[in-house]
């Protein structure tokens, strides 16, 4: 942005009152990336002014976003309820390639001698938040129309997108322009930047998250949605870990260290401490466990929606002449957010309200000492089995929404998968037919697009993200520079660093420097074949049906396949 722009900016607020001139806004005042950056840096290098005309959305709920947004001018609505229909939103299915298309570039790709290395070409991602999409004027009145829509004003000063960005998570709302609008775009991790740089932004998100999107939070909870607004205030958030823990302190463990990093996760709710209150996670991973023997026995995993303490708290309330501490522990992986709702409001709002078949799936059975005996809820020990819960827990796996899983006693090393998958893409397989591997499943070193994708930390240039309504994790290779940031966060080896050639089939090479005449290298990984028929190619070409792609928070879904 030209300097003018970022002058204007900082001239608002909450801008004006972290730095109240232009010099302390140029002031270093923390390290990203390894170089001290200023807020106007930041501005500089993260941000940028965008204009939506009257009807065009600027968000659209449930797409996967990497940006905040500051509102400059103009004025937006924001959709509360009812949701608005698919067909409005503009959510369609991804565009494949026809099946004459996918014949053509079967029948190039066999003509065509291919270097083995991997040749980029243009890029064909197009982020779907810039692709204008709007409703006609009468669907804009329809939607405004407090007859048929709840729908909010908001005016121009305001932040939001802010916790899509920061946590990774599907946007909540759908917001759109009411009349021409200008806004201010900040990549989240500009956003990150500035709220560890100063803490009243970090404030003033939170603020802004229990005002317009912690009730929507707690209505998700069918146990939550008798809480009275007025109490609201009672609510509070906790974040605990690093962005960077999910990968920081895993890569490079052997197998055997892996089953001891539950050690140094930081304890969220610890086994026989009191129950306080009732934890809701709003985003990231946690870990159930209880102490067994020496160490610690992993139970479960949680993830966003999950609900802990919430039976103690029905026991305490049931039994007040014997309450109970906590039964097992809570501990973060990686960046975790935690919504605690005070035991008072629990017990006078929330267990009253409970329907009995709730009530009885959160009783507590008695041993034969008559002590309450405690397992964890909805635990996938019975259904895939503890050997291989313990393996996909200990190995971060959990974490895969498109996890590549071979069952080795039915494949036969043909390889038809890693030449298909070659195949699909420029003669650059995107996957490695290795991984590690219990009880004949082996989990192959393919992305797994991650729920809570730590590839995209630290990125420079944002040119790694999701795609905006299927969440798969996607490189944008025009804007890639191969600092191989992500090729190091990643801790599940599915990320390569490739070299470049053009059109010609040479080598890319570096132009000047120190490194002047070395080749350019890129990141490159599985994308989950999203222009194939059909599904991704790596499935199909298996003739033993040795190879599926599963969302590893499933439990149904993993079982199904271990088990078969």
Not at 326 to 353: C, D, K, N, W
Request: with cysteine; proline share 6%.
């Amino acid at each position: 942005m030209p300097d003018k722009q970022i002058e204007d900016i900082l001239a608002r607020e909450p801008f004006s009152t972290i730095c109240p001139d232009l010099e302390s806004a140029r002031v270093p005042r923390f390290e990203s990336f390894g170089t001290p950056v200023s807020i106007y840096g930041i501005l500089q290098n993260d941000a940028r002014i965008r204009s939506f005309r009257k009807g065009e959305f600027v968000l659209r709920k449930d797409d996967y976003g990497n940006s905040a947004f500051y509102l400059l001018n103009g004025a937006l609505r924001a959709v509360l309820s009812p949701n608005l229909p698919d067909s409005l939103l503009g959510h369609r299915e991804p565009q494949h390639r026809g099946v004459a298309g996918s014949l053509l570039r079967l029948v190039g790709n066999r003509l065509r001698p291919r270097p083995p290395e991997y040749r980029f070409g243009a890029s064909r991602q197009k982020r779907q938040e810039e692709k204008g999409i709007a409703v006609s004027p009468s669907q804009l009145e329809s939607i405004l129309d407090p007859a048929k829509y709840q729908t909010v004003p908001m005016k121009p000063g305001v932040f939001f997108g802010e916790i899509g960005a920061i946590y990774r998570m599907p946007r909540e709302l759908s917001i759109l322009a009411a009349e021409d609008s200008r806004v201010l775009e900040i990549r989240w991790q500009g956003l990150r930047d500035l709220m560890g740089a100063d803490e009243g932004i970090a404030r003033h998100i939170d603020r802004l998250y229990r005002e317009r999107s912690l009730r929507g939070t707690l209505d998700a909870v069918p146990e939550f949605r008798n809480i009275p607004d007025s109490e609201l205030d009672q609510v509070q958030f906790y974040t605990y870990g690093k962005y960077d823990e999910w990968s920081s302190e895993y890569i490079g463990l052997s197998d055997a260290e892996k089953f001891t990093v539950i050690e140094k996760e930081e304890v969220i709710a610890r086994e026989g401490d009191y129950a306080n209150g009732v934890l809701l996670l709003r985003a990231g991973f946690a870990r159930e466990s209880r102490e067994y023997g020496h160490g610690h026995q992993t139970l479960n995993y949680m993830t966003t929606g999950h609900v802990f303490g919430l039976r103690e708290a029905l026991y305490n309330w049931q039994h007040p002449n014997h309450p109970i501490p906590l039964q097992h522990s809570l501990r973060a992986i990686g960046y975790t957010h935690v919504i605690v709702v005070p035991t008072r409001l629990i017990e006078e709002f929330v267990l009253p309200q409970l329907p009995a078949e709730t009530k009885s799936k959160l009783a507590v059975k008695r041993g034969p000492d008559k002590k309450p005996v405690f397992q964890a809820m909805d635990s996938v020990w019975d259904r895939i089995g503890p050997d291989m819960f313990e393996f996909f827990a200990e190995h971060r796996l959990l974490n895969g929404t498109k996890t590549m899983l071979i069952d080795l006693n039915r494949c036969t090393r043909c390889d038809d998968c890693v030449r298909a998958c070659a195949g699909a893409h420029d003669e650059n397989p995107r996957f490695v037919r290795n991984g590690p591997v219990r009880n004949g499943i082996m989990v192959a070193n393919a992305c797994m697009h991650c729920a809570d994708p730590v590839c995209m930390i630290g990125c420079p240039t944002g040119a790694i993200s999701r795609e905006s309504h299927e969440g798969r994790v996607v490189i944008n290779e025009e804007t890639c520079i191969g600092c191989a940031t992500c090729y190091s966060n990643c801790p599940y080896d599915a990320i390569r660093m490739a070299a470049v050639r053009n059109r010609r089939g040479d080598f890319v090479v570096v132009a000047e420097g120190d490194s002047a005449g070395a080749p350019v290298y890129k990141a490159t990984k599985c994308d989950f074949c999203h222009e194939q028929p059909g599904g991704p190619s790596c499935v199909r070409a298996c003739p033993h049906d040795a190879l599926a792609r599963i969302n590893m928070q499933d439990a149904n879904e993993v079982a199904k396949f271990v088990r078969r």
